[in-house]
């Protein structure tokens, strides 16, 4: 029995030096090997990769984000400045409203009313009548302005002399067709007395128009505050005696109408570039605007004496 043990036992040890197993250190070096290799080469885990892509994913769309609402908020600044701008200048510049025509019935009256108004008008008590009833009487014949006409700003205070003083003779409508010809923002007066005594309205009064300079008029006159009446006039041709009673007239009814407190030639309240009304007999003139104010129109005027020089 013992040499059998003793057999079998033999025969262990001897296969077990045959076929030895693979020791720890063998083992150990080989898990070392493969923490190095995953180490050296992170791109080939699977979890990183998973990992790197989710944050990546997540700072690119934060960036996104936040870079939209910046720029949507430099707009939105921009936009709100740009409107407060428009506004700010549209406060500070007005823009004044420029009319084309002011409206002026021209139906005639009857018979009667016409003879009513003209003998008022010539005594120097129409001032009851407006602009546009004298028209329908046909003591004004209404050939518009077109264009150059504003809404005034203020009381009408004064009234203004002019002259023409075109290059070669012309009669009031061509004056007023050479007004218009130049653009929607021209000038010219109200009233103009042509040389055979019509007048000739352009407009209501009651609107402005452009006959002075607003930035170089002084004693406070204005386009605004005043209304111009142009004579017709060229060269070194007198005013007509026909032509000075009707200005006589005319003035006469613009004051009792509007309450005119003076009245000037435009050279007075523009000495540095106006002269006009030239040649202009301010002591006749108001010595004839006297009489007429005095109702004393029967009387023979300054006009109408043998010895004035006016016809021509």
Request: charged content about 25%; aromatic content about 6%.
């Amino acid at each position: 029995m013992e040499s059998r043990w003793l057999a079998i036992v033999s025969l262990l040890l001897l296969i077990n030096i045959a076929l030895p197993l693979p020791s720890h250190t063998a083992t150990l070096r080989t898990n070392k090997t493969f923490i190095h290799v995953q180490k050296r080469n992170p791109a080939k885990s699977p979890a990183k990769k998973v990992i790197t892509k989710k944050v990546v994913t997540k700072k690119v769309a934060t960036k996104k984000v936040v870079t939209k609402k910046v720029v949507t908020k430099r707009v939105t600044t921009r936009t709100v400045a740009s409107k407060k701008k428009t506004s700010k200048r549209l406060v500070q510049k007005p823009a004044k409203p420029n009319i084309w025509m002011t409206p002026i019935k021209s139906a005639p009256y009857s018979a009667a009313m016409r003879k009513r108004i003209i003998a008022s008008f010539k005594h120097g008590r129409a001032g009851k009548y407006s602009p546009e009833d004298l028209v329908r009487a046909k003591t004004f014949v209404h050939y518009p302005l077109k264009g150059g006409i504003r809404k005034r700003t203020g009381a009408i205070r004064y009234l203004v002399l002019h002259s023409t003083e075109t290059e070669r003779p012309a009669d009031a409508r061509r004056v007023v067709r050479s007004w218009n010809n130049i653009g929607p923002r021209h000038p010219g007066t109200q009233f103009l007395v042509d040389r055979d005594g019509t007048i000739l309205l352009t407009a209501d009064p009651n609107y402005a128009t452009v006959h002075v300079n607003d930035r170089t008029s002084q004693r406070g006159v204005t386009n605004d505050n005043s209304i111009g009446i142009e004579l017709v006039r060229s060269g070194k041709q007198k005013y007509t005696k026909k032509q000075l009673r009707s200005l006589v007239a005319l003035a006469e009814y613009i004051e009792d109408r509007f309450n005119i407190s003076r009245v000037y030639g435009h050279g007075e309240i523009q000495p540095s570039d106006r002269k006009d009304p030239v040649a202009f007999n301010w002591g006749q003139f108001t010595k004839n605007l006297a009489i007429i104010q005095r109702g004393q129109t029967d009387a023979e005027t300054a006009y109408n004496q043998t010895n004035d020089p006016a016809e021509g």
